[in-house]
């Protein structure tokens, strides 16, 4: 259930009822074969160009020494396939949709994240997880967030925008608008999101496994105002 400060429950009741009759419009249109088949061929097309570049960046993750060089190398890979994307899908720059949902982050992550802003992380946020390093057991990642803006999110942009977690890079909707990335508080919503299981895969194996996992909003609580 998303919380109070979720981005439509300003909505009136009126309001809300319209706004999720065209949400369950467009979501019986993305379920239709129609509509399917339009997007794997849309999808087809710009990521058959830009799949060996993923691949072996994908790869190069998989091969990295270190939990913070398989970050660096799935960062290209998410951008890569970004860039393939972009015309394709409905994210645009001052849509912050993605910026209401969870936020799961490594320790690791954290960690270059905290270099690259100056900003520690928290040492051990009392919601983080540890993530087993037995690849074959189930893992769930924290989910408690949902519905409450990033910490970093200023004015429905990104304040970290170069330094931003993978999760945030390989959000990408294939559908004309954000309509359906919307948060509806007690509503789920199927988005039609680019498939991103492999980089994912990777970043269990490689960055999350064996080491502890929570929301970014966790790893650096806002700070109070200034002055
Ligand atoms: S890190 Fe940036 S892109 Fe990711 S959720 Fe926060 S504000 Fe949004």
């Not at 319209?18 to 399917?36: D, G, N």
């Amino acid at each position: 259930m998303a919380s109070e400060d979720a981005p439509t429950l300003g909505l009136r009741r009126d309001d809300r009822a319209a706004h999720m009759q065209r949400v369950r419009e467009r979501e019986e249109e993305i379920l239709s074969a129609e509509y399917r088949a339009s997007v794997d061929e849309r999808a087809l097309a710009v990521l058959l160009p830009a799949n060996p570049d993923r691949t072996r960046l994908v790869n190069m993750a998989l091969q990295a020494p270190t939990r913070t060089k398989s970050i660096t190398w799935l960062r290209k890979a998410a951008d890569r396939l970004s860039q393939a994307v972009g015309n394709e899908v409905a994210c645009r720059r001052g849509c912050d949709a993605c910026c209401y949902l969870d936020v799961a982050v490594s320790k690791a992550e954290a960690e270059s994240i905290g270099r690259a802003i100056g900003r520690k992380p928290v040492e051990s946020p009392a919601t983080a997880i540890a993530v087993s390093s037995d690849l074959n057991e189930p893992h769930e990642y924290p989910n408690r967030h949902l519905g409450k803006p990033c910490t970093f999110l200023r004015d429905s942009e990104c304040s970290i925008h170069a330094d931003r977690p993978l999760v945030c890079r390989l959000h990408a909707n294939f559908d004309r608008d954000n309509l359906l990335c919307q948060i509806v508080p007690g509503e789920t919503i199927s988005v039609p999101y680019v498939d991103t299981s492999i980089e994912k895969a990777v970043y269990h194996a490689k960055v999350a496994a064996g080491g502890m996992v929570a929301d970014i909003r966790d790893w650096f609580p806002a700070l109070p105002p200034q002055g």
